[in-house]
């Protein structure tokens, strides 16, 4: 069955709440982190004009997806930087941890250009979810605004 959407967001009564999906574990993250994003501006006028590489690791599946996220909203905190481009190049368990390697496509945030939405405050592990089928994976999870 193929993927239809990349996430969506779901009710909720004061947060962000969110359901990302893919065919695969990297690519409902890569959708995750593209939700987060589309939570603060639109993307798709977020132009690839910059690539970074980012690192994080994890003590499982959960704790990685809030270290990924955490450290994409760092970096625009810190470097004023937005994304609209994820490519997780690595994910795997190597000395009892979880770690994901990707390239993120962006530019830095433009108040001329770049829609304001919403700001998030941080990613957190409330009702967070990662639901593996075959050929199929859910992330949920919240963001405080």
């Known amino acids: 069955m193929p993927v239809k959407k ?7 009564t004061a947060d962000v709440y969110i359901a990302a999906y893919g065919k695969s574990l990297e690519e409902a993250f890569e959708n995750a982190a593209l939700a987060m994003f589309e939570t603060m501006t639109d993307t798709s006028d977020v132009k690839h004009e910059r690539e970074d590489i980012i690192e994080v690791d994890g003590e499982d599946v959960e704790s990685l997806l809030y270290n990924w996220l955490e450290s994409l909203l760092v970096k625009f905190e810190i470097e004023n930087m937005l ?3 994820f490519n997780i190049l690595s994910m795997k368990r190597e ?3 979880m770690r994901l390697k990707a390239k993120i496509y ?18 957190t592990y409330h009702r967070m979810e990662i639901n ?3 050929g199929e994976v859910t992330v ?5 605004i």
């Open 83 to 85: 994304y609209s481009g």
């Open 132 to 134: 593996e089928g075959p």
């Open 140 to 144: 949920k999870f919240i963001l405080d």
């Open 6 to 12: 990349k996430f969506e967001f779901l009710e909720h």
């Open 95 to 97: 000395e009892g941890k």
């Open 106 to 123: 962006g530019e830095p945030f433009d108040p001329e250009r770049h829609k304001q939405k919403v700001g998030i405050k941080a990613v």
